[in-house]
């Protein structure tokens, strides 16, 4: 029923086996990259939350969030390690009656 209001709530999000990939640079990171884009997009400032609740943009509460028999490469080629990740659970996330943006939601995640 959430579907049709204006924050869907998910009771359980479970990932299984997620495999990553960690790769640097000499000064920098893909992981490092893609945190960057995440907080600068979604560090809005109270102006453009207002304007995002107003533009009817879906939000999203998950109650329980796992990811678990996760996976990462660190290195590449021949030389890359695979280690395993320890397991994660998060519980709620926004609320039902706000819940949070997709990029919010990316931001608690990460």
């Known amino acids: ?6 924050t869907i709530v998910i009771e ?3 990932i299984e086996a997620p495999e990553f990939r960690y790769e640097t640079k ?3 990171s893909n992981v490092k990259d893609l945190l960057k884009n995440i907080d600068k997009i979604a560090g809005s400032s ?6 995002a609740e107003d533009s009817g943009e879906k939000r999203i509460a998950i109650k329980r969030f796992i990811l678990r028999n996760g996976k990462v490469s660190i290195g590449t080629g ?3 390690v695979t280690v395993p990740l320890p ?3 998060l519980n709620d996330l ?3 009656e706000k819940g949070l943006t997709p990029m919010q939601l990316a931001g608690a995640v990460s």
Do not use: K, V, Y
């Open 94 to 96: 926004g609320s039902p």
């Open 87 to 89: 397991d994660l659970e």
């Open 1 to 6: 029923m959430s579907l049709l209001g204006d």
């Open 46 to 51: 109270d102006e453009e939350e207002a304007e």
């Open 26 to 28: 000499l000064m920098a």
């Open 78 to 80: 021949d030389a890359a």
């Open 12 to 14: 359980d999000m479970i």
